[in-house]
């Protein structure tokens, strides 16, 4: 090899040359992004009361420290993770904690979670933050050189720790904690960091502005995650609708770029076909490669990261600043002044929207999210959480109010333009009829929900709300078939228990019986043995009846004996008398004799 | 409490109405150049037509206890009704008409459960009933090309000349119906070459069958069609699949063969600008509710009609095969779509050959 050419150089060559895939299907909207995307990123006024979900990222929700009555800095941890796929969640504003309850959340399925509810005293004071390393804020042209050492000298245990403690989670939707997706990403040895920063649905701009407005955070942030998976590539993905965000981070990048070889972050314009910001597609878009079906891109070597995740990254790891607060779009013709708002996590969604103007009479429809894969609040008065990255406020006639569906007329522009090349409309034949089987065969669950397919349907079927229906149908079956496999087991386990008991009772009574047969064996020897002793002892009751006769004829024997040898008065017998004592002596000896037989 | 629905909000960018008027619209060119060839009475088949499969639709619509405004609005039975009226023989006494419609909207389409459940082509259907039951009305009917009018010395009728005949059978004084029509270019090949009576150099010289493409006058009505339905392809409404592999197997087939015997086989340019090939390529088979739907399908679809139109028009008992070749591959759709299932991202190419094998 030569002289290696100047990076700048080479990132020319490579964007020339660099070959994009595409996905199949896709479709073109217009992008409203001009309406929020022009003014720079406000600032939401605090609001009096912080209400903060402990539940705002995917997993377990964060046990709760605090409790009512406790006072609170800004940053302060509330509740700490519990498992590990959870995250810490933090004060966003100094006070008062007045409430630990439920309370409605922005979520499709309008339900509430356990929510911190913060009285604020508006003096917004801090904990004390520790960065691990800080970017000095000074303009010296060595600057890239001495953040990109600085990093060098952190370890990725280190870097990830910070993140985990900062609360940081996927901010492109997900919600993922970024810290256990980073440690698994690092187990596989993920050698390619891809930055979503395409931003595909409509109206949507909070990304685009961050990267115009704040490129060096993102760029930090961005080698930081590469520094804790240790990826050799790093791509940032972003659609080609956004000129100034990418020449803002080509600039940012640039620098770096030039004083590090292995600093290398490549910016590539991506086409602007919706979904391209969906992850799977913007890997195959930018590697040609397919993240395998119910797997995930570590399984082909790709970790995805949001931009605004690299931000939040950097915050955590330069000021030590946790994840509190995020930008948000408030857009959509019923808003006086659409923008861009940096919110407290926990800020009533009715506060910034009446900050950014909100014409209630006009308001037909709130929708958090785009209007592709977004879902219509069922209340302002829910909090902004970590997922909220646009409020879209509509008013009559500018999104669609459901028209009746028609019937399918098989036309399949829905399955030309699904981005995962599935057959939604035979998956929604067999949901209509419930088929959960065959929909499943016709690969439901590799369903995006990205809404193209609605989107393009002439007959104006709900077809994504056909699949999330077929899919929460199919969970519940499982639920279900889990459960009774469950109680199944516990049955036949119960039985199985039973009949151990069972046999375990009739050994024990089977040993115990054995035991006392023993036993009486034994202790009829021993009484044996202990009559054989006893024999010199008067024990009489324990002798048996030959014996008593044997000792009965002794004692007889030895009293006759003794008579004879006595005979005191039978010296003066007459003969007769002399015969007769003789007669019955001799009658008492047979006897005797006899009786001894 | 604000308005709750599920996502996407996008307004759809189409509707089935929006899609059915604007593929009408789109015939537009084809049915005036028909009008200009044939004579009026293709107008006359239109009006007749559109009127009946109202008619019918409501009738229906209303005994199946269905919304009848709602139904009547989606414009598929305008569709299959500007189709019908094209394609029937432009002297058709009305009652063809009728008789078409009835099986098209009412047996055909409504009887199987409305738009979208039918199985075949409701135009087709109307097209192949007509031309088994009424084999002489169907090919005998056919105006004489404007082309040849001069040549043949041939009548011309005025608009109310044509009504007056397709509705009470009149002539003015001194016509005949067979001055005024002549047999079609499909027509004239196939009698020549079955019977052996003339070699496809003798059509030409005769010059009533060969135009500059490819049957005399249907050329123009063909390329009229063609130019619509590109119109349709740039814009989204159908996808290139079907016309195009419909297209290229008839192209292909007639080339192949044509080169073994030049005698008896037209070139492809006749096969392709004759009869209602353009008309059945961009407007019948793409027929969504009846053709395959996935990519690969909806390729075989198409060169499945394309081979059979070719076969039936060389070897089968029919000028042209357009009615026959669509509802035969009709039948074929769910078999096509149960087989060509696209590979889903993610997936292994062979994986649902390993499912089945297992």
């Known amino acids: 090899m030569s002289q290696p050419l100047p990076a700048s150089i080479t990132r020319t060559i490579k964007d020339t040359l660099r070959h994009l895939w595409s996905f199949p299907g896709g479709i073109k909207l217009s992008g409203h992004k001009s309406l929020s995307n022009h003014q720079p990123i406000s600032t939401a006024k605090i609001a009096k009361q912080l209400i903060i979900p402990l539940s705002q990222h995917i997993g377990h929700a964060s046990e709760p420290i605090v409790k009512v009555g406790d006072k609170v800095l800004k940053g302060q941890i509330l509740g700490y993770a519990s498992g590990p796929v959870s995250a810490p969640v933090h004060a966003s504003g100094s006070g008062t904690v007045v409430a630990i309850e439920e309370h409605l959340i922005p979520h499709p399925s309008g339900l509430s979670a356990l929510c911190v509810f913060i009285d604020t005293d508006g003096y917004e004071q801090w904990i004390e933050c520790s960065p691990l390393i800080s970017d000095s804020s000074s303009t010296d042209d060595n600057q890239e050189a001495v953040t990109h050492r600085s990093i060098a000298t952190l370890s990725s245990h280190q870097i990830n720790q910070q993140i985990a403690n900062a609360g940081v989670v996927g901010l492109g939707g997900a919600l993922y904690p970024s810290a256990a997706k980073l440690n698994t990403a690092e187990k596989m040895h993920a050698d390619t960091l891809i930055i979503n920063a395409a931003e595909c649905e409509p109206y949507i701009t909070c990304d685009d502005v961050l990267m115009r407005q704040r490129p060096e955070e993102v760029i930090l942030g961005i080698l930081l995650l590469k520094k804790v998976i240790g990826a050799k590539k790093c791509l940032i993905g972003i659609e080609n609708n956004k000129p100034e965000a990418y020449q803002a981070l080509l600039n940012t990048i640039s620098g770096y770029n030039n004083s590090h070889t292995d600093a290398q972050i490549e910016i590539v314009q991506v086409p602007t076909l919706y979904p391209a910001g969906g992850e799977k597609q913007l890997i195959q878009v930018l590697t040609g490669r397919e993240v395998p079906s119910q797997g995930l891109p570590m399984d082909i070597g790709i970790i995805c990261h949001n931009v605004a995740t690299a931000a939040a990254v950097y915050h955590a790891v330069y000021r030590g600043e946790p994840l509190i607060s995020r930008i948000v779009t408030i857009t959509g013709s019923a808003i006086k002044q659409p923008q861009n708002m940096e919110v407290p996590l926990g800020t009533p969604i009715r506060d910034i929207l009446n900050q950014a103007g909100l014409d209630e009479n006009k308001v037909e429809k709130i929708i958090m999210g785009g209007p592709m894969m977004g879902f219509s609040l069922p209340s302002i008065d829910t909090p902004v959480t970590k997922a909220t990255n646009c409020i879209l406020v509509s008013e009559k006639s500018e999104l669609a109010t459901p028209p009746p569906a028609m019937p399918c007329i098989r036309c399949a522009r829905c399955s030309d333009s699904c981005p995962m090349s599935l057959l939604p409309q035979q998956m929604y034949w067999y949901a209509k009829a419930r088929d959960l089987e065959k929909v499943q065969d016709y690969n439901i669950f590799d369903c995006i929900e990205c809404g193209c397919c609605s989107y393009v349907c002439p007959s104006n079927i709900p077809l994504v709300q056909y699949f999330r229906y077929a899919k929460t149908e199919i969970w519940d079956d499982e639920r279900e078939r889990n459960k009774a496999n469950i109680a199944r087991d516990r049955h036949e386990f119960r039985k199985e228990r039973l009949e151990k008991a069972k046999q375990a009772k009739a050994e024990a009574a089977r040993l115990r019986k054995e035991k006392l047969a023993k036993k009486k064996a034994l202790d009829a020897e021993q009484a044996k043995e202990k009559e054989g002793l006893s024999q010199s002892n008067d024990n009489p009751a324990k002798s048996s009846s030959a014996d008593l006769i044997q000792e009965a004829i002794a004692r007889a024997k030895a009293k006759k004996a003794q008579q004879q040898s006595q005979k005191k008065n039978t010296d003066n017998l007459s003969e007769a008398q002399q015969k007769k004592i003789d007669e019955v002596n001799e009658r008492r000896r047979k006897k005797a004799d006899s009786e001894e037989i | ?358």
């Not at chain 2, 308005?3 to 049915?31: C, D, H, R, Y």
Request: with cysteine; net charge negative; proline share 6%.
């Open chain 2, 1 to 358: 409490m604000f308005l709750a629905q599920s996502s996407p909000f996008l307004k759809p960018e189409l509707s089935v109405s929006k899609m059915m008027l604007v593929v009408t619209m789109l015939m537009i060119p084809g049915v005036l150049t028909a009008i200009y060839v044939f004579g009026y009475g293709v107008l006359v088949n239109i009006i007749l037509a559109i009127i009946f499969a109202l008619t019918f639709e409501a009738i229906t619509l209303y005994l199946r206890r269905r919304p009848i405004a709602v139904y009547l609005k989606d414009k598929s039975a305008l569709l299959t009704a500007v189709i019908i009226g094209v394609a029937l023989p432009p002297l058709a006494p009305w009652w063809l008409t009728f008789v078409g419609l009835f099986f098209a909207i009412v047996i055909a389409k409504q009887l199987y459960g409305g738009l979208g459940y039918n199985t075949f082509n409701p135009a087709m259907v109307a097209y192949a009933i007509l031309l088994i039951s009424f084999p002489a009305e169907m090919t005998t009917y056919w105006q004489t090309p404007a082309m040849l009018a001069s040549q043949f010395e041939g009548q011309t009728l005025s608009l109310l000349e044509t009504i007056n005949f397709q509705l009470f059978a009149q002539l003015p004084a001194g016509m005949t119906i067979d001055a005024l029509t002549s047999a079609t270019p499909l027509d004239i090949v196939r009698t020549a070459v079955l019977n052996g009576s003339a070699t496809i150099d003798e059509i030409h010289a005769e010059g009533n069958a060969f135009g500059m493409l490819g049957g005399i006058g249907t050329e123009w009505v063909n390329l009229a069609f063609l130019a619509g339905g590109l119109f349709m392809m740039r814009k989204g409404l159908i996808s290139w699949h079907i016309p195009i592999s419909l297209l290229a197997t008839l192209g292909f087939l007639s080339l192949l063969f044509g080169s073994f015997e030049l005698d008896s086989n037209p070139s492809p340019l006749f096969h392709l600008f004759s009869g209602a090939t353009m008309l059945g390529a961009f407007f019948i088979a793409t027929d969504p509710v009846t053709a395959s739907t996935t990519p690969r399908g909806r390729v075989i679809y198409g060169a499945g009609i394309g081979a059979l139109i070719y076969i039936i028009r060389t070897w089968g008992g029919y000028p042209d095969a357009i009615a026959f070749a669509v509802l035969l591959m009709n039948m074929c759709a769910p078999l096509l779509d149960y087989y060509t299932q696209p590979r889903v991202y993610g997936h292994k190419a062979d994986e649902r050959d390993d499912e089945e094998a297992s």
